[in-house]
């Protein structure tokens, strides 16, 4: 994962999708609680 965290870092469209992906889990539980 190191190696496509620095690919990500490159690519901003990347790293939105990134943070997406972490906020979404979150959010996820949020909701369900």
Known sequence: MGE???YV???PNNVDLRLSG???PVR???AGR
């Open 4 to 6: 496509r965290a620095i």
């Open 9 to 11: 870092g490159l690519d």
């Open 22 to 24: 972490l906020l979404n």
């Open 28 to 30: 996820d539980q949020e």
